[in-house]
């Protein structure tokens, strides 16, 4: 049956890293009442995260903000939409260029073989866009054709995969490439509120591309076969995750009844999915769950009974990055790339990722 293959992944994240101790004590500090302050220690002692990144040093001490400035009351000025915009539309050029090329250089894929970009991003709008940029910027053909999916949120990565394996299965030459490029931390907020409170949390910045082929790659290359892909909706979280522009940064509604409105559904959801492909749960080697935060995988593994390892790569990745919206997803991705086919032929792979909606997006996977 025709297929297509991810072939190369790579990943970026900005220069400025904080550790999630950091963070907090720094949060602490912008916060009003005893209560809060209980509760956001509460909040990033549960979270996995060790750190973060950002495009922003704003909230080093040593370094004095250049978009969130700190008033005259000691806490951040929450700067306007379009100045956060504005950053993005600079960043998210020099992110998304850079990862670009990056996957172009380590695949060996030469910048002429590319006929078609991908990019997915939720946290900023700017035309000409990342997908422009990276044709000019990289030296891409001028005839390759550029799609944009915007503010879908953390699932929209694998919708772009589904894109680049249909081009691919329509055009067996095609070489697609996809780029997500996320910065979440132009949208802090620092009013009281639990949204902000955990949106403040678990979110970061980050870039991840990779090539998507119908060749099929060589003996002992690594590789992610496409085997097929799964939309569904759970409407009773509609108004659980939430995302929409307001006058100062997006906003985001997030609510801490996510992860058990998740695990409510997703056996009833993936069990006819997999079934049509005469699949089971059990079937199912490792999974590739889009770490929204540490209570979603804890819910999502209790519910599926997964074993500690079938979900390890989700858990490094929050632990070492925290939540890129829709390129986190590609990070968990490259991790499992790397871990060779086994001979026993027990390499299939679920990605799952979750978004307002509130949305599930799966794909199955097949490492070769």
């Not at 000409?128 to 503010?151: E, M, N, T």
């Not at 099929?216 to 009773?236: H, T, V, Y």
Request: proline share 6%.
């Amino acid at each position: 049956m025709p297929t297509a293959y991810i072939r190369n992944i790579e990943t970026l994240v900005p220069p400025y890293a904080y550790p999630q101790e950091f963070v907090r004590d720094r949060m602490i500090c912008w916060m009003d009442g005893d209560k809060e302050r209980r509760l956001l220690r509460r909040v990033y002692a549960n979270s996995g995260i060790e750190t973060r990144h950002s495009i922003l040093s704003d909230f080093f001490e040593d370094k004095p903000g250049n978009l969130f400035r700190i008033g005259d009351n000691g806490k951040p000025v929450e700067p306007g939409t379009g100045e956060r915009n504005d950053r993005y539309a600079v960043e998210a050029r020099k992110l998304a260029t850079d990862v670009a090329g990056h996957v172009l250089k380590s695949g060996g894929f030469p910048p002429a073989d590319v006929t078609h970009v991908i990019t997915a991003s939720c946290t900023g709008f700017s035309n000409p866009g990342a997908d422009y940029h990276i044709v000019r910027d990289l030296g891409l053909k001028q005839s390759v054709a550029r799609f944009a999916l915007g503010f879908m949120g953390c699932y929209a990565a694998i919708p772009a995969l589904r894109m680049a394996r249909d081009f691919c299965l329509a055009d067996p030459s095609a070489v697609v490439m996809v780029v997500a490029i996320e910065l979440c931390t132009l949208h802090l907020h620092f009013e009281d509120g639990m949204d902000s409170l955990l949106a403040n949390a678990i979110f970061a910045d980050g870039a991840a591309a990779i090539v998507v082929s119908a060749k099929k790659p060589d003996a002992g290359q690594p590789a992610l076969r496409l085997d097929g892909f799964a939309s569904a909706l759970i409407p009773e979280g509609e108004k659980e995750m939430a995302w929409r522009i307001g006058n100062k940064g997006f906003e985001i509604a997030l609510s801490t009844y996510i992860p058990e409105i998740i695990g409510g559904n997703i056996v009833s959801l993936l069990t006819p999915i997999l079934a049509e492909r005469g699949m089971a749960l059990s079937n199912v080697s490792t999974w590739a769950v889009h770490p929204g935060g540490k209570a979603i995988l804890d819910k999502v593994g209790k519910e599926l009974q997964l074993k500690p390892e079938q979900i390890q790569a989700s858990r490094d990745i929050l632990r070492r990055y925290g939540n890129m919206s829709s390129a986190t997803i590609l990070f968990v991705l490259k991790e499992l790339l790397k871990c060779p086919a086994t001979p026993s032929g027990d390499n299939s792979i679920c990605a799952l990722a979750f978004g307002p909606g509130l949305t599930v997006e799966s794909a199955l996977l097949t490492r070769q």
